[in-house]
């Protein structure tokens, strides 16, 4: 069986050789394994389960141990061949792995209901069908991408180092590692996209008509409102009518780029639809196409990620400011096109030169993990249990 030949380690009376990953997402749940010092990865194809977060948790528990079943059947292994369980949830939790709030899951009517020891709940349901009561972890998802990216860079070097990553997606998660692992501070440090970065005097115009974005943590000018798909959301309207796209045209003709009208008819059309769908479509033309309309609406992101990282150059002085997430996805051209902004506009932020970025000294680089948050779980569990 695939756990054949792995090291165990003796646990309150159990020969232990494997750990489970649990990535819990506001659609589904991914399942994964490995082996006691999470260098090996036990299956290959992970595993998934819807999460049906909209009903609160208890049934999304069920589902949880319901998929950790399927995993230990997969490698032919029993419950009590399991150390631990460690959990992603996209929410932010405390130390103790509460969820403090329910950001990206549940309904309206049933966020309350999460405000709970979701680690705490799962013990209890593993216990009731496996008899054993099994350690649980639970983490904020994006301090377990960043856990994995060092993971991959450094394995479990705990040497001098900090890292500052952030995930790019439906909002700007982030966290900020020391010698390899998440700093929680009082429970929320890293919480980057709730920076408020202010706005450079050269990148004032590109955002006058959008001075004072709410954001959906109720606070005003957070990174993410205008680094993030919600924030791209916000701002199509107002880049797709007649008065944004003239403001962006002037815009590109100073550079020597042209405004494709095709691509503007295009997102006005698909806007018909919600802009939802319009701004899911600006990535891929800025991509695919190299738009210059659409790249001028990404650089939106960029410009506020090289901001949010020379306002935090001077506090932490980090080794590698990391960008993770969904614009890992794009071409390599594109990441270099996007990389360059950032670096760019750190520069022009952060005139000491004591923070200059460089090999030996701060760089920013692309996330190096394959999406792995699950293991990111197993690595800040392994180390919570230390
Ligand atoms: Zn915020």
């Not at 309150?12 to 006691?36: E, H, M, W």
């Not at 439906?170 to 202010?198: D, P, W």
């Not at 007649?242 to 962006?248: Q, S, Y």
Request: hydrophobic residues 40%.
């Amino acid at each position: 069986m695939p756990t054949d030949g792995l090291k165990t380690e003796t646990i309150s009376g159990r020969s232990v050789s494997l750990r489970i990953g649990v990535d819990l997402g506001g659609n589904d749940i991914k399942f994964g394994a490995t082996n006691l010092d999470a260098s090996k990865i036990l299956v290959p194809e992970l595993v998934k389960r819807p999460s049906l977060t909209g009903e609160g948790p208890q049934k999304t528990v069920a589902q949880t141990v319901d998929g950790i079943e399927a995993v230990l059947e997969r490698l032919g292994a029993t419950w009590s061949d399991v150390s631990d369980i460690s959990v992603t949830v996209p929410c932010p939790c405390s130390p103790e792995g509460v969820i403090i709030e329910a950001t990206n899951i549940g309904t309206p009517e049933t966020k309350q209901l999460w405000q709970v020891p979701f680690g705490e709940l799962l013990a209890e349901a593993v216990h009731e069908v496996a008899g054993l009561r099994l350690p649980v972890f639970a983490c904020n998802d994006a301090d377990a991408a960043g856990q994995d990216d060092d993971f991959v860079r450094f394995g479990l070097d705990t040497g001098r180092r900090t890292s500052v990553f952030v995930t790019t997606g439906t909002g700007l998660g982030g966290c900020v590692m020391i010698n390899g692992s998440v700093h929680y501070g009082r429970g929320q440090a890293g919480e980057l996209g709730h920076v408020k970065a202010s706005i450079p005097a050269q990148y004032a115009a590109r955002f006058a008509v959008d001075t004072n974005p709410k954001c959906g943590c109720t606070g005003y000018q957070c990174t993410e409102t205008r680094a993030s798909l919600q924030g791209l959301v916000r701002r199509i309207s107002w880049a797709i009518s007649e008065e944004g796209a003239a403001f962006i045209q002037t815009r590109l003709e100073v550079r020597g780029e042209t405004l494709n009208l095709a691509v503007l008819e295009t997102l006005r059309e698909l806007s018909k639809e919600g802009a939802k769908r319009a701004a899911y479509e600006v990535r891929t033309f800025a991509d695919r196409d190299q738009d210059p309309f659409c790249r001028w609406l990404l650089e939106d992101w960029a410009v506020m990620i090289g901001v949010l990282f020379a306002s935090i150059a001077p506090i932490l002085h980090p080794d590698l400011f990391i960008i993770g997430g969904g614009l890992t996805e794009m071409s390599e051209k594109s990441k270099d096109w996007f990389i360059g902004v950032v670096r760019r506009v750190y520069g022009e932020v952060n005139a000491q030169k004591s923070f200059d970025l460089g090999p030996g000294k701060t760089e920013v680089v692309w996330s190096v993990s394959q999406d792995q948050g699950w293991r990111g779980a197993i690595l800040m569990g392994m180390r919570a249990h230390q």
